[in-house]
């Protein structure tokens, strides 16, 4: 194990800015659930990139943000951890946005103080000509210190690889944190949580998709045949109104939502699934310390 490298990476940004994407992008799989709105992942996420001589494991984080519910609090609690635990930090910005108010108060807010190593990776350069690139390169030098800047983009793989050898050239010298089998350490209940979540914000506007958090209640094997797996979800939502809504005419939106899901995490588990999603009214489940832990959302204390 000699001239092994490994440690943490945070993956840090404001939302939207395609944090998940990357993730997924560099571990090859779907490990962390996206979408077009912001404010979509609501934990930290692990993924695992064994490559030669060195494993990388990166921590997608929640977009940060401003918020007073106990919800936006944990959510940014959570990212902020995984910043102060890495040992090198990976901040996001858009290239067809460029730096905005709320990237640049990242960077005074919560990476300036640390000093770790920092790559800035510019994502999104296929929505923005090429000649743009160089100049927002400059911009981001006058920024802060980067200890490396890389254009990137996440949804259309370029430029990964020189990304990941990258960050390889900054992790410490340690034996490896994981065995090699395994990517991620999500437990199967909160993956299944978090792809039913997905075609809940893919499908519904607003403020819904945020009103709607998901507890997976079972998942159970098939007596029989061990290749179905029985899923039982509650999405809670905060209003009665949102209930209606989520459900949708003659439980439309809820059929198209749970189809969407099965489909998806049929191919994912490579199982047949069936899924029973039950939609339930808690309002101020935001609040809620004992649900928000519950629901994986609280990580800190
Ligand atoms: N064109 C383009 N779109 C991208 C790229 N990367 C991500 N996106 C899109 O940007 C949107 C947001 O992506 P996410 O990965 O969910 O962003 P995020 O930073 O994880 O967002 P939060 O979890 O809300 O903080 C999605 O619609 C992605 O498809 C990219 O390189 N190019
Ligand atoms: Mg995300």
Do not use: C
Not at 28 to 41: D, F, L, R, W
Not at 98 to 121: C, F, H, M, S
Not at 155 to 166: C, P, Q, Y
């Amino acid at each position: 194990m000699e001239n092994f490298r490994a440690g943490f990476v945070a993956i840090v940004g404001r939302s939207n800015v395609g944090k998940s994407t990357l993730l997924n992008s560099i571990i090859g799989t779907k490990i962390s659930i996206v979408s077009p709105k912001p404010q979509t992942t609501r934990i930290r996420i692990l993924g695992v990139k064994h490559i030669k001589d060195a494993q990388i494991v990166f921590l997608d984080t929640p977009g940060i943000q401003r918020g007073k519910d106990l919800l936006t609090k944990s959510v940014v609690e959570s990212a902020v951890a995984s910043i102060e635990d890495a040992d090198i930090v990976m901040m996001l910005i858009e290239a067809d946005s460029g730096w905005t108010n709320e990237d640049r108060q990242i960077v005074q807010n919560y990476i300036a103080k640390l000093k770790k190593p920092t790559i800035l990776v510019i994502n999104k350069i296929d929505k923005i000509q090429r000649d743009l690139v160089l100049p927002l390169i400059d911009e981001s030098t006058k920024i802060y210190s980067f200890d490396e800047i890389v254009p990137i983009s996440a949804l259309k793989n370029i430029n990964i690889d020189e990304l990941i050898n990258t960050v390889k050239r900054y992790l410490p010298e340690s034996p490896p944190l994981f065995p090699e089998d395994q990517t991620t350490d999500i437990p199967l209940k909160l993956y299944i949580g978090e792809i039913i979540r997905e075609k809940v914000f893919f499908n519904t506007h607003e403020e819904i998709p945020y009103s709607v958090a998901v507890e997976v209640e079972s998942v159970r094997e098939g007596d029989i045949n061990k290749d179905i797996l029985f899923i039982d979800a509650n999405l809670y939502v905060e209003k009665e109104n949102h209930k209606g809504i989520i459900i949708g005419k003659k439980g439309s939106m809820l059929k198209k939502v749970g189809a969407q899901a099965r489909q998806e995490l049929e191919l994912l588990l490579n199982k047949r699934i069936v899924l029973n999603l039950h939609v339930k009214v808690k309002e101020r489940w935001k609040e809620d310390l004992k649900l928000l832990r519950l629901l994986g959302y609280n990580q800190i204390s």
